[in-house]
């Protein structure tokens, strides 16, 4: 909107200040004015993000308007300029250009040329704008429905992530594997002061101990067999950023006292020297494990624990979750047709959806996509079946899973047993119905409210299960 549109008339005539200020604000501009480059470079040092626009004359007293444009450029790049000259030649508009204007307008000019080129800069900008809304809801659209889920579970988490992310702490991210640990960390950093920083990505479950220490902390020429050159590590990489140690419970015992050196102290010492070198790192670690259980077992630093374990995250597999199920199998279904050429018309069918729903996934999010993937490529005339997604055909177990060594009454196994049915045929019935309470409703012959009541208990949403 106009009124929104700020802009800076700079000229020494106060007669052609004047008239530009008065018609621009006619036009609903916000409009300031300026008898000299000094006087505009003032106002624009203090206040650079209150314009949108720069009108100036070239020739000033004193500085003028070229050296303007090349200092105004410095201080705030986004601002548009025209300039106003009586003196216009080619030459003067290549400079002009050189420098950044926008436009330029000869004098003299009437209303009308005045007004045709500002408009044209505001539509520029508003076009900007509306541009960046909609790469930033697009963005936090993906992160939310799709990458992450919509489910109330993982709600919790992205509101967890929004309040932690401008935080400056280290903090600990717990899940089983494919649960999306890495991109709840990625997102984080996103979010973050640290945002135009690197995103360093550690996996310490991948490297045995000699090359992690390596990795982690980088070495001098002549370290060990094959370091021909000096090279950084990733705590080097990741300065003034984040870095995500994946894995950290799979670090071994020895290396971990050096971690907490450069966790605590926020310098490292590169393999083979004695050197120390300052970094500006934050720590997003993650592990699959209880590392509060593997402190007890004397497999992981009590101290090291609590310097990573400022906050704590905790991503909740796919299982605990199942209505976030149809909409990440739809938007991994769109991703893998367009990304492989595939049929755009392929779907999965409400019946395989609910199938979907009941199964386990012990692979989370992860086996989730690997799955479609697999059934966009083996889909047959445009049709999708449960051996492609499942190609053993399980089913979800009956008895939820427990650890060999839990010790569990036969009341909680029941109240577990019922709860897992319960939140399974609910999920089931939504995705058949595409979310519909009423529908859903009158399908299991309960109660609207007895319905929305379960959902509530189980935290499952409606609108999870709703079609693209």
């Known amino acids: 909107m106009k009124e929104h549109f700020r802009i800076l008339v700079v000229d020494d005539e106060v007669s052609i200040r004047k008239r530009c200020i008065r018609l ?3 036009q609903g501009y916000q409009v300031m004015g300026a008898s000299d480059s000094t006087a505009a470079l003032d106002l624009i040092e203090k206040n650079g993000h209150l314009f949108d626009l720069l009108l100036v004359d070239i020739r000033m007293p004193g500085m003028d308007g070229i050296t303007l444009m090349g200092k105004v450029k410095t201080v705030s790049p986004a601002l548009e300029i025209i300039i106003m000259t009586g003196y216009a030649t080619v030459e003067t508009a290549v400079k002009a ?10 004098k003299p000019f009437d209303a009308d ?3 045709h080129v500002v408009d044209k800069v505001h539509e520029k900008k508003t076009l900007q704008e509306e541009i960046e809304d909609l790469r930033n809801q697009l963005k936090d659209s993906r992160e939310r429905s799709f990458v992450f889920g919509s489910s109330v579970a993982m709600n919790r988490v992205m509101n967890a992530i929004e309040k932690i992310a401008p935080v400056d702490c280290n903090l600990l991210i717990y899940g089983e594997s494919g649960t999306g ?15 135009d920083q690197p ?16 990795e982690l902390f980088g070495h001098v020429k002549g370290a060990f067999t094959g370091a021909h050159t000096d090279r950084k590590g990733f705590f080097e990489k990741a300065h003034k950023g984040t870095l995500f140690l994946d894995e950290v419970s799979e670090i071994p015992m020895d290396l971990q006292g050096k971690l907490l050196r450069a966790v605590q102290e926020q310098t490292i010492v590169r393999l083979g020297s004695v050197e120390p070198v ?5 720590i997003i670690a993650a592990t699959n494990r209880d590392l509060e259980e ?19 995250l905790i991503m909740p597999p796919l299982r605990e979750r199942c209505e976030d199920i149809p909409v990440l199998a739809g938007h991994f279904l769109k991703y893998y047709t367009a990304r492989l050429n595939l049929d755009q018309r392929l779907h999965i069918p409400d019946e395989i959806l609910s199938m979907m729903c009941a199964y386990d996934w012990p692979g989370n999010v992860r086996e989730l996509e690997n799955a479609v993937q697999r059934a966009a490529v083996l889909a047959e005339n445009g049709n999708i079946r449960i051996e492609h997604i499942l190609p053993s055909g399980l089913m979800k177990a009956g008895f939820p899973h427990v650890q060999a060594d839990q010790e569990i009454t036969f009341q909680e196994m029941r109240r577990k047993i019922v709860d897992d049915f319960t939140r ?45």
């Open 113 to 115: 040329e005045l007004l």
């Open 278 to 282: 300052k970094v500006n790192v934050r």
């Open 199 to 214: 995103f360093v990505v550690a996996d310490c479950a991948a490297l045995s101990a000699g090359i992690l220490e390596s």
């Open 97 to 106: 250009m050189k420098y950044g204007a926008y436009d330029y307008l000869s």
């Open 294 to 312: 593997r402190v007890k077992e004397n497999a992981f630093r009590q101290d090291l624990f609590f310097r990573l374990n400022v906050v704590a």
């Open 24 to 26: 621009l604000s006619r």
């Open 424 to 468: 399974q045929y609910l999920a089931r019935c939504l995705a058949l119905n595409e979310g519909n309470i009423t529908k859903t409703a009158q399908a299991m012959n309960m109660r609207r409210t007895s319905l929305q009541r379960l959902m509530k208990q189980f935290g499952i949403c409606g609108k999870s299960f709703k079609r693209a």
């Open 181 to 195: 640990k890495e991109l709840a960390a990625k997102a984080i950093h996103d979010r973050s002061g640290r945002r």
